[in-house]
């Protein structure tokens, strides 16, 4: 798989992709289990790095429609 593969792949994603994954980020950032501390901590730690990975996610796929949009003008 190419670069230009996985950069139309991020491109492509949708709201609805993203809207997704968030929900799943905030579930496991949300976890909570009494009898299990150390995965609640775990799986917390994970939603963390999972939302911020998101947000970044995000903010690359802007950036990246923002070059096609540039490329093709060229």
């Known amino acids: 798989m190419s670069l230009e593969d996985i950069a139309i792949q991020i491109i492509d994603l949708t709201e ?7 929900a799943e980020c905030l579930n496991q950032a949300n976890y909570h289990h009494p009898l299990k501390p150390a995965t609640t901590a775990q799986m917390r730690k ?7 990975s998101l947000k970044l ?12 949009k540039m490329e093709n003008e060229l």
């Open 16 to 22: 609805e992709d993203f809207a997704a994954m968030e």
């Open 57 to 68: 996610m995000k903010e690359l796929q802007l950036h990246m429609a923002e070059a096609e």
């Open 46 to 52: 994970l939603g963390q790095h999972n939302l911020k």
